[in-house]
């Protein structure tokens, strides 16, 4: 753009005129994938393209289905704005949600370094909120920071709550899709991760070069990704970082019929008798505000009986993540895998604990893992550093995107650590190896007594044993 000296008020509106002649003289960057042409956005140095459907809208008929294809579009389709998140109730995050929620919800985004480029190493990103809450259009899931790193980055939704996690005798009984059943935010998962597959080339992206990455939740689902036998000999992926995963252990434990149960009683409720011959019509004719209900976020964990399902072992799509990986049924990639300092169930919890055991897991089937601990605290969070990095805490340094989170907050020392972390995860996306010239460096994980990362709350960085391996007294 050529540099214009302004003179007057006269001057800077004719300037602004001209700059914006330019700007429509420019055609925005375009990619053709197999639903037709999306336009991209241009902003520092990054291209982003949002809003992609790679599923039919999960709806009417389709409603507690398998992802089904998305249609093809005519035309130029603009990127400009991510979709719908899917049916939710928020949770008291401190940055708004990014997109307002819909039942037509199956969309995902790219963010790509600017300019013509083949064969960049790929991160997809999959959100947690206990299966009931979060989606792609986040602030601080934004990929921009990645990208400028020469990483592309690909996020997507997937259904929540009943929509994503659904059981009914009616449903059971029909057999619309092969027996694939109730665990339909994962199928919707597996079905990004495909068309990820099939045309992230179409962006610049290498098919053969992507990395899954999740927390909470989404770090489940990474579990799950790994040992579905629906993924495996598909090579969706290529390496995978599990944050605060849990230890392979499902929510809730339960079966298809402790679900059908839940998913009668909630029929029910809305006057539909488990055995009606229209049961399942008529449940797919509530509207989805009353499919979603109440279910918050802080209900996940609440005890009493449960009226939703979070999603279980059943076969096809989602086994036995703890058995799979004991017991070698997983998919051999690299991993790096680790938790927050004060995450879910204390430092011999679910988190701290469990990413502890699946690491040594997957390390003893020969597998390179890196095993780490989050303890860094800003000074602008909301709990004090005595309570460690509470989970989640560590979600906007993965990104390197601190600043969006805590704004004019934002210290030097939180922003040394987002880019600190960042490098880690770009270098391991890229290369399957977080190392690199600029960081300290971070040996493999070998089990019981090997070393880990400890990203200290005084934001330096500590190798070493974990101090946590044995139970607190």
Same mark, same amino acid.
């Given at each position: 753009m050529r540099k214009v000296t302004i003179t007057s008020g006269l001057g800077l509106l004719l300037t602004l005129s001209a700059t914006m002649a330019q700007a429509e003289d420019v055609p925005a960057p375009q990619v053709t994938v197999e639903g037709g042409t999306v336009s991209g956005v241009d902003a520092d140095g990054v291209t982003?393209?949002?809003?992609?459907?790679?599923?039919?809208?999960? /709806?009417?008929?389709?409603?507690?289905?398998?992802?089904?294809?998305?249609?093809?579009? =005519?035309g130029l389709r603009s990127g400009a704005a991510y979709g719908h998140d899917c049916m939710q109730n928020y949770s008291a995050v401190p940055l708004p949600p990014g997109s307002a929620p819909a039942e037509?919800?199956? *969309?995902?985004? /790219?963010?790509?370094?600017?300019?013509?480029?083949?064969?960049?190493? +790929?991160? /997809?990103?999959?959100?947690?909120?206990?299966?009931?809450? !979060? $989606?792609? =259009?986040?602030?601080? *899931?934004? !990929?921009?920071?990645?990208?400028?790193?020469?990483? %592309?980055?690909?996020?997507?939704?997937?259904?929540l709550g009943r929509f994503g996690t659904f059981a009914h005798p009616a449903l059971t009984k029909a057999k619309e899709d092969g027996g694939r059943l109730a665990n339909y935010g994962f199928m919707d998962q597996i079905a990004a991760m495909e068309w990820i597959k099939r045309n992230v080339a179409a962006f610049g992206g290498d098919p053969d070069n992507i990395t899954i990455m999740g927390? $909470? @939740?989404?770090?489940?689902? +990474?579990h799950n990704l790994m040992t579905s036998p629906e993924t495996q000999g598909k090579y969706l992926f290529h390496r995978a970082l599990v944050m =605060?995963?849990? $230890?392979?252990?499902?929510?809730?434990?339960?079966?298809?019929?402790?679900?059908?149960?839940?998913?009668?009683?909630?029929?029910? @409720?809305?006057?539909?008798?488990?055995?009606?011959?229209?049961?399942?019509?008529?449940?797919r004719a509530i509207s989805a505000k009353e499919v979603t209900g109440d279910i918050k976020l802080g209900t996940v964990l609440a005890g009493g009986p449960r009226t939703f399902s979070s999603p279980f072992p059943l076969g096809e799509v989602s086994v036995d993540v703890g058995a799979a990986y004991r017991a070698g049924r997983f998919a051999k990639v690299p991993v790096v895998i680790g938790a927050t300092s004060g995450d879910l169930?204390?430092?011999?919890?679910? %988190? +701290?604990?469990?990413?502890?055991?699946? &690491?040594?897991?997957? @390390? &003893?089937?020969?597998?390179?893992?890196? *095993? *780490?601990?989050? =303890?860094? /605290?800003s000074d602008a969070a909301v709990t004090p550093k005595s309570d460690g990095a509470i989970h989640a805490d560590d979600l906007p340094y993965f990104f390197d995107t601190v600043d969006i989170k805590y704004g004019a907050k934002t210290r030097p020392a939180d922003q040394a650590m987002g880019r600190t972390i960042a490098t880690y995860v770009a270098n391991f996306v890229k290369t399957g190896d977080p190392n690199g010239q600029t960081v300290t460096p971070w040996p493999r994980y070998a089990g019981a007594g090997g070393e880990m990362m400890d990203f200290k709350v005084d934001g330096s960085t500590r190798v070493g044993p974990d101090p946590w391996a044995t139970k607190a007294p």
């Amino acid at each position: 753009m050529r540099k214009v000296t302004i003179t007057s008020g006269l001057g800077l509106l004719l300037t602004l005129s001209a700059t914006m002649a330019q700007a429509e003289d420019v055609p925005a960057p375009q990619v053709t994938v197999e639903g037709g042409t999306v336009s991209g956005v241009d902003a520092d140095g990054v291209t982003a393209f949002k809003g992609i459907p790679f599923a039919a809208p999960p /709806v009417g008929a389709l409603r507690w289905r398998a992802p089904q294809p998305a249609a093809k579009w =005519s035309g130029l389709r603009s990127g400009a704005a991510y979709g719908h998140d899917c049916m939710q109730n928020y949770s008291a995050v401190p940055l708004p949600p990014g997109s307002a929620p819909a039942e037509d919800c199956l *969309y995902l985004n /790219v963010w790509r370094p600017s300019g013509e480029a083949t064969k960049l190493p +790929v991160m /997809v990103w999959i959100y947690g909120g206990g299966f009931v809450n !979060g $989606s792609a =259009s986040r602030l601080i *899931y934004t !990929g921009t920071r990645l990208a400028q790193q020469g990483v %592309m980055v690909v996020s997507f939704n997937y259904r929540l709550g009943r929509f994503g996690t659904f059981a009914h005798p009616a449903l059971t009984k029909a057999k619309e899709d092969g027996g694939r059943l109730a665990n339909y935010g994962f199928m919707d998962q597996i079905a990004a991760m495909e068309w990820i597959k099939r045309n992230v080339a179409a962006f610049g992206g290498d098919p053969d070069n992507i990395t899954i990455m999740g927390e $909470s @939740a989404g770090g489940m689902s +990474v579990h799950n990704l790994m040992t579905s036998p629906e993924t495996q000999g598909k090579y969706l992926f290529h390496r995978a970082l599990v944050m =605060s995963g849990g $230890s392979g252990t499902a929510i809730k434990q339960t079966g298809l019929k402790d679900a059908e149960a839940i998913g009668a009683a909630f029929g029910k @409720a809305q006057g539909i008798a488990a055995n009606d011959p229209q049961a399942l019509a008529k449940l797919r004719a509530i509207s989805a505000k009353e499919v979603t209900g109440d279910i918050k976020l802080g209900t996940v964990l609440a005890g009493g009986p449960r009226t939703f399902s979070s999603p279980f072992p059943l076969g096809e799509v989602s086994v036995d993540v703890g058995a799979a990986y004991r017991a070698g049924r997983f998919a051999k990639v690299p991993v790096v895998i680790g938790a927050t300092s004060g995450d879910l169930g204390g430092r011999d919890g679910i %988190m +701290v604990a469990g990413a502890r055991d699946l &690491a040594g897991a997957i @390390a &003893a089937a020969g597998v390179p893992t890196w *095993y *780490y601990r989050f =303890s860094y /605290v800003s000074d602008a969070a909301v709990t004090p550093k005595s309570d460690g990095a509470i989970h989640a805490d560590d979600l906007p340094y993965f990104f390197d995107t601190v600043d969006i989170k805590y704004g004019a907050k934002t210290r030097p020392a939180d922003q040394a650590m987002g880019r600190t972390i960042a490098t880690y995860v770009a270098n391991f996306v890229k290369t399957g190896d977080p190392n690199g010239q600029t960081v300290t460096p971070w040996p493999r994980y070998a089990g019981a007594g090997g070393e880990m990362m400890d990203f200290k709350v005084d934001g330096s960085t500590r190798v070493g044993p974990d101090p946590w391996a044995t139970k607190a007294p």
